[in-house]
């Protein structure tokens, strides 16, 4: 069971807007940045957005991310077929001298 | 450019020691904040953090593994190796080597991942 939860799936029509939900605690989330890994089968993940907002260099700014409290968001608009994939949120918590805690993953279906 | 490339053992056996190496290149640990990481991945199942050590060799350990996992750094060869000790056929998967460029962010560059069996 992980310590950070996601919808196990999302699903949207090609141009439609999703949103991907993380839910933590007062130890995680609520004090230290979200991170988002993109995982296409077969591939290993990629850094997808990090500090809650922030997207590195080469990523759509059709994904973006957000944090309130102990949730954070990952949004995707004009969803194309290739963003089917899974999608991790994942922060530092600084329970137990510190570690790396992830969410369960979201798959996203595009239909 | 950042690379980072897993190696090891394909098959280990139930109880036994798995050591996997990871070989980098773009990046040093002579530079301040930097970190290398190791990842796992059950088949189907999620990721999960196992193990962090930064330019200093403070080393982070998931709190649920840290009496079977040692993590070390050769900051000559541009080398982290990862030692994981009584090794259970549940523990089969895919191990990602990863980049950290300061401390407590996100892991910015991954490993291509090494897929590790534990089966008599």
């Known amino acids: 069971q992980s310590v950070l939860t996601q919808p196990p799936s999302a699903s949207g029509a090609p141009g439609q807007r999703v949103t991907i939900s993380c839910s933590g605690t007062?130890?995680?989330?609520?004090?230290?940045?979200v991170n988002w890994y993109q995982q296409v089968p077969g591939t290993a993940p990629k850094l997808l957005i990090y500090?809650?907002?922030q997207r590195p260099s080469g990523v759509p700014d059709r994904f973006s991310g957000s944090k309130s409290g102990t949730s954070a968001s990952l949004a995707i608009s004009g969803l194309q077929s290739e963003d089917e994939a899974d999608y991790y949120c994942a922060a530092w918590d600084d329970s137990l001298n510190g570690q790396v805690v992830f969410g369960g993953g979201t798959k996203l279906t595009v239909l | 450019q950042i690379t980072l490339k897993e190696s090891g053992p394909t098959l280990v056996k139930p109880t036994q020691t798995l050591t996997l190496t990871c070989t980098f290149s773009g990046f040093s640990f002579r530079t301040t904040a930097v970190g290398v990481g190791w990842i796992r991945q059950s088949p189907g199942k999620a990721l999960e953090w196992l193990a962090l050590?930064?330019?200093?060799?403070?080393?982070r350990y998931s709190p649920s593994l840290k009496s079977r996992l040692t993590i070390t750094k050769d900051t000559s060869k541009n080398q982290v190796v990862l030692i994981m000790t009584n090794m259970d056929p549940v523990e089969t998967g895919t191990y990602y080597c990863?980049?950290?460029?300061?401390?407590?962010?996100?892991?910015?560059?991954w490993g291509q991942g090494t897929m590790v069996t534990v089966s008599s």
């Open positions: 050590i930064y330019w200093d060799d403070d080393k």
């Open positions: 500090k809650n907002y």
């Open positions: 007062s130890s995680n989330i609520e004090i230290n940045a």
């Open positions: 990863v980049h950290i460029k300061e401390v407590f962010s996100a892991f910015d560059i």
